[in-house]
């Protein structure tokens, strides 16, 4: 079946500009993930959905940072206005509602110049 | 504040031998982990978890060992492949709304 896909793969912006990442979760997984990784560091968590709850906001950097997800599908992550710094790897997971595996999409590689 | 922590950013092993990763905790709280293996390019895969009423759980070439007591664990990869080369990410959660918490990542070479 299909897998957690992410697009656009490759982003490159100019600073100022806004940009939106997308996910698409597998089907049925009520849960979904952003994380982002800059270079040399690990995986930081962004935002949290599960179903029609209100989600966890609690890892969005700055309120440059926006995240919505439409029913237990799509998800797109907006930045505003981008800096230097958000330049990383945007991933999306996904998984089953208190299942504790995520399954990652291939990520958006975002470039801020 | 780092709630999971691999303080080993890379680890070069010779093939055939055994590959340690080590992740520290410090959330009593965290009653499942994980690890992850991660490709340049693609998202990370989940390798092998283990529960906190169990201290090993084995799948094949990998083990992953819990001690409680210090709140570490530990992946042992063996024997080792080139394959295996990848950053490897260390994962807890927990029950009551715990997301996952990461660690930062060990890096992997397996030299043929």
């Known amino acids: 079946g299909a897998g957690v896909s992410q697009s656009p793969s490759n982003k490159v912006t100019e600073k100022g500009k806004d940009v939106e990442l997308r996910c698409d979760p597998i089907?049925?997984?009520?849960?979904l993930y952003w994380y982002r990784q800059r270079l040399g560091q690990g995986l930081e968590f962004l935002i949290y959905f599960q179903g029609n709850s209100a989600p966890d906001k609690s890892g969005l950097p700055s309120d440059r940072f926006s995240a919505e997800r439409t029913g237990e599908s799509v998800s797109t992550l907006t930045i505003q206005r981008t800096q230097q710094e958000d330049s990383a790897v945007y991933l999306c997971a996904s998984s089953l509602y208190q299942d504790l595996y995520e399954y990652f999409g291939p990520g958006t590689r975002l470039t801020v110049l | 504040d780092q709630q999971v922590k691999q303080n080993s950013p890379s680890l070069s092993v010779q093939e055939g031998r055994i590959s340690i990763l080590n992740c520290d905790y410090t959330n009593s709280m965290f009653d499942y982990f994980l690890w992850y293996k991660k490709y340049p390019a693609e998202g990370p895969t989940f390798l092998i978890s283990?529960?906190?009423?169990?201290d090993k759980n084995e799948d094949g070439r990998f083990t992953v060992f819990l001690n409680k007591s210090a709140k570490h664990l530990s992946l042992h990869i063996v024997p080792s492949q080139p394959g295996d080369s990848a950053v490897y990410f260390c994962?807890?959660?927990?029950?009551?709304?715990?997301?996952?918490?990461f660690g930062a990542g060990t890096r992997l070479f397996v030299k043929a």
């Open positions: 283990i529960s906190s009423i169990k």
């Open positions: 994962a807890a959660s927990g029950t009551g709304g715990f997301k996952t918490i």
């Open positions: 089907s049925g997984h009520t849960a």
